[in-house]
C-alpha cells in the first residue's frame, strides 16, 4: 500500500470500526437500561407492531377483568336482595297459612294482616332502592344489559343478562304475571283482591299495591279479611273462595318466579367466572408472548456490552496509531 499524506485510509477503516463498536455498545446500555431489546421501530419494524399490538390488548384484557368482576358484583348485590325479598315472602306465606288456619279470629287475623302489610312496605321499599353503581335492578327499567368481557364488539366478547332478571320486584311487580290466574276454585286473583278491597277492583300491574289502601288489601287477602278505605276497618272475608287458601297459591308462584330468577343469577355468575379465569390465561399468555418478543436477556447484552467496549478501545487506541501514520512520511523527506 502506497504511503500516503492527504489520505489515511487506515484512519478511516479505525474510525468505521470505532463508531460501530459505539453504536453496539450504546444498544447494549439502552437495552440493559429500559430491559427491553425493541425500543424503536428500527431496532424490529415487526416486532415493535406486534408488541404495541400486545400492549393494547393487554391493557384491554384488564378493562374486561374489572368489566367482569363488576359485573359479578352486581351479580351479587341482585342475588342476595332477592334472598332478602324471598325472606319477606316466605314470611307472607307462613303468616297466610297461619290465617288459613279456622281457629284464628278476626281481631287475631287483623293482627296478621298488619305485619304482612308491614312486609309488603318493605318489599317495595327494597325493590325501589336496590341499585349498582347509581343503575337501578329491580324497578323493571335496567332492560338486557351487556357485560363486556372480551376485547371486540361481538356477541362473544359479551355476557348479555336478559331483562327478565331486573324486572319490577315490586309486589305489582310479583304478582302482575298472576293477575287473570285461577287459584283453586276457579277465582282469579284479580277477583280475590277485589273482594278483600270491599268489592273495589285493582288493576294488578307492575304499578299495584303501591298505596298504603291497595297493601292492606293485598294483606287482607292473605289474611282472610275484606278492607274498607274510607274508614280503615276490617270485616271477616265472606266471599267463596277468596281467602288464605287461595292466596297461597299465588304466594308460591312469585316465590317460584324468584326462586328462578336466582338460579338464572347464578348461571350468570359461573359464567362470568369462567370469563374471568379466560381473561387471566389470555392475559398471561399475550404477557410471555410480549417478553419472549420485547425484553432483554441481560446475560446476552452485558456480553455484547463487555465486547463493544473491548473493541471500542482496541478502535479508539488502533485510530490513535493510524493518525500518525501519515507523519512518517516526513523521514523520507
Same mark, same amino acid.
Given at each position: 500500500? @502506497?504511503?500516503?499524506?492527504?489520505?489515511?485510509?487506515?484512519?478511516?477503516? @479505525?474510525?468505521?470500526?470505532?463508531? *460501530? @463498536?459505539?453504536?453496539?455498545?450504546?444498544?447494549?446500555?439502552? +437495552?440493559?437500561?429500559?430491559?427491553?431489546?425493541?425500543?424503536?421501530?428500527?431496532?424490529?419494524?415487526?416486532?415493535?407492531?406486534?408488541? !404495541?399490538?400486545?400492549?393494547?390488548?393487554?391493557?384491554?384484557?384488564?378493562?374486561? =377483568? $374489572?368489566?367482569? =368482576?363488576?359485573g359479578?358484583?352486581?351479580?351479587?348485590?341482585?342475588?342476595?336482595?332477592?334472598?332478602l325479598?324471598?325472606?319477606?315472602?316466605? +314470611?307472607? !306465606?307462613?303468616l297466610?297459612?297461619?290465617?288459613?288456619?279456622?281457629?284464628?279470629?278476626?281481631?287475631?287475623?287483623? /293482627?296478621?294482616?298488619?305485619?304482612?302489610?308491614?312486609?309488603?312496605?318493605?318489599?317495595n !321499599?327494597?325493590?325501589?332502592?336496590?341499585? %349498582? #353503581?347509581?343503575?337501578?335492578?329491580?324497578?323493571?327499567?335496567?332492560?338486557?344489559?351487556?357485560?363486556?368481557?372480551?376485547?371486540?364488539?361481538?356477541?362473544?366478547?359479551?355476557?348479555?343478562?336478559d331483562?327478565?332478571?331486573? =324486572?319490577?320486584?315490586?309486589?305489582?311487580?310479583?304478582?302482575?304475571?298472576?293477575?287473570?290466574?285461577?287459584?283453586?276454585?276457579?277465582?282469579?286473583?284479580?277477583?280475590?283482591? *277485589?273482594?278483600?278491597?270491599n268489592?273495589?277492583?285493582?288493576?294488578?300491574?307492575?304499578? /299495584? %299495591?303501591?298505596?298504603?289502601?291497595? *297493601?292492606?288489601? %293485598?294483606?287482607?287477602?292473605?289474611?282472610?279479611?275484606?278492607?274498607?278505605?274510607s274508614?280503615?276497618? %276490617?270485616?271477616? &272475608?265472606?266471599?267463596?273462595?277468596?281467602?288464605?287458601?287461595?292466596?297461597?297459591?299465588?304466594? $308460591?308462584?312469585?316465590? =317460584? @318466579?324468584?326462586?328462578?330468577?336466582?338460579?338464572?343469577?347464578?348461571?350468570?355468575? #359461573? !359464567?362470568?367466572?369462567?370469563?374471568?379465569?379466560s381473561?387471566?390465561?389470555?392475559?398471561?399468555?399475550?404477557?410471555?408472548?410480549?417478553?419472549?418478543? +420485547?425484553?432483554?436477556?441481560?446475560?446476552?447484552?452485558?456480553?455484547?456490552?463487555?465486547?463493544? &467496549?473491548?473493541? &471500542? &478501545?482496541?478502535?479508539?487506541?488502533?485510530?490513535a496509531?493510524?493518525n500518525?501514520?501519515?507523519?512518517?512520511?516526513?523521514?523520507l523527506?
Amino acid at each position: 500500500m @502506497a504511503l500516503t499524506i492527504n489520505t489515511n485510509i487506515s484512519s478511516m477503516v @479505525a474510525q468505521q470500526n470505532l463508531n *460501530k @463498536a459505539t453504536g453496539s455498545l450504546n444498544q447494549a446500555i439502552e +437495552r440493559m437500561t429500559t430491559g427491553y431489546k425493541i425500543n424503536h421501530a428500527g431496532d424490529n419494524a415487526a416486532g415493535y407492531s406486534i408488541a !404495541r399490538n400486545w400492549e393494547t390488548q393487554l391493557g384491554s384484557l384488564d378493562i374486561a =377483568a $374489572d368489566n367482569a =368482576a363488576t359485573g359479578a358484583d352486581m351479580l351479587m348485590t341482585l342475588e342476595d336482595t332477592y334472598a332478602l325479598v324471598s325472606t319477606h315472602m316466605q +314470611r307472607i !306465606r307462613d303468616l297466610t297459612e297461619q290465617a288459613a288456619n279456622g281457629t284464628y279470629g278476626k281481631d287475631s287475623k287483623v /293482627a296478621i294482616e298488619s305485619e304482612i302489610k308491614a312486609r309488603l312496605d318493605e318489599i317495595n !321499599r327494597i325493590a325501589a332502592n336496590c341499585e %349498582f #353503581n347509581g343503575k337501578k335492578l329491580m324497578d323493571g327499567t335496567a332492560g338486557t344489559m351487556n357485560i363486556q368481557v372480551g376485547l371486540y364488539s361481538d356477541d362473544n366478547s359479551k355476557i348479555a343478562l336478559d331483562s327478565s332478571l331486573f =324486572a319490577n320486584s315490586s309486589i305489582g311487580g310479583l304478582f302482575a304475571a298472576y293477575a287473570s290466574t285461577a287459584a283453586s276454585g276457579g277465582v282469579t286473583l284479580t277477583n280475590i283482591i *277485589k273482594a278483600a278491597n270491599n268489592n273495589t277492583a285493582i288493576t294488578i300491574n307492575a304499578s /299495584a %299495591f303501591a298505596t298504603d289502601a291497595q *297493601k292492606h288489601a %293485598f294483606a287482607a287477602a292473605c289474611a282472610g279479611l275484606s278492607y274498607k278505605s274510607s274508614d280503615g276497618t %276490617f270485616t271477616e &272475608q265472606t266471599t267463596a273462595n277468596c281467602g288464605p287458601e287461595q292466596m297461597l297459591d299465588f304466594i $308460591d308462584k312469585a316465590m =317460584a @318466579a324468584i326462586s328462578t330468577k336466582s338460579t338464572t343469577l347464578g348461571a350468570a355468575q #359461573n !359464567r362470568i367466572d369462567s370469563a374471568i379465569e379466560s381473561i387471566a390465561v389470555q392475559s398471561e399468555n399475550i404477557t410471555s408472548s410480549l417478553s419472549t418478543l +420485547r425484553d432483554a436477556d441481560v446475560a446476552e447484552e452485558s456480553s455484547k456490552y463487555i465486547q463493544s &467496549q473491548i473493541l &471500542q &478501545q482496541a478502535a479508539a487506541t488502533l485510530l490513535a496509531t493510524a493518525n500518525q501514520s501519515p507523519s512518517i512520511a516526513l523521514n523520507l523527506i
